[in-house]
């Protein structure tokens, strides 16, 4: 009924840039517009941290202050897709990166975020 499906991950060397998508399809996302969609990651033995979030209307965006600056959230509601551009890439962004939405949710709080994606793995390298 709810799938939203993470790809773009990989391995890239400090400084670089991947650009990641989620996908999303089923009944539930048949008005994708109308869901927030956001992005966290989760790094080995910590917990899940919110990365950034795009509301249904995509008129503001919301970024971690960790990253801000180096990654750009957008999405198309045409192609039921969410997107993160991750730009200078730190050995520190290293993690899985989920995939969320929700009809309604705080942002920053995962435990506000009705659906998950199983995750895509980002290594950066030194």
């Known amino acids: 009924q709810a799938q939203l499906v993470e790809s773009g991950g990989g391995l890239v060397q400090a400084g670089g840039s991947l650009r990641l998508s989620c996908a999303a399809s089923?009944?539930?996302?048949?008005?994708?517009?109308?869901?927030?969609m956001g992005w966290f990651r989760q790094a080995p033995g910590k917990e899940r941290e919110f990365v950034a979030a795009?509301?249904?209307?995509?008129?503001?965006?919301y970024y971690a202050d960790s990253m801000k600056g180096r990654i750009t959230i957008s999405r198309d509601n045409a192609k039921n897709t969410v997107y993160l551009q991750m730009n200078s890439l730190k050995p520190e962004d290293t993690a899985v990166y989920y995939c969320?939405?929700?009809?309604?949710?705080?942002?920053?709080?995962?435990?506000?975020?009705?659906?998950w994606g199983q995750g895509t793995q980002v290594t950066v390298s030194s």
């Open positions: 089923g009944r539930t996302f048949s008005i994708f517009s109308s869901y927030a």
């Open positions: 795009i509301p249904w209307s995509g008129a503001n965006t």
């Open positions: 969320a939405a929700s009809y309604s949710t705080t942002y920053y709080d995962p435990a506000t975020w009705a659906y």
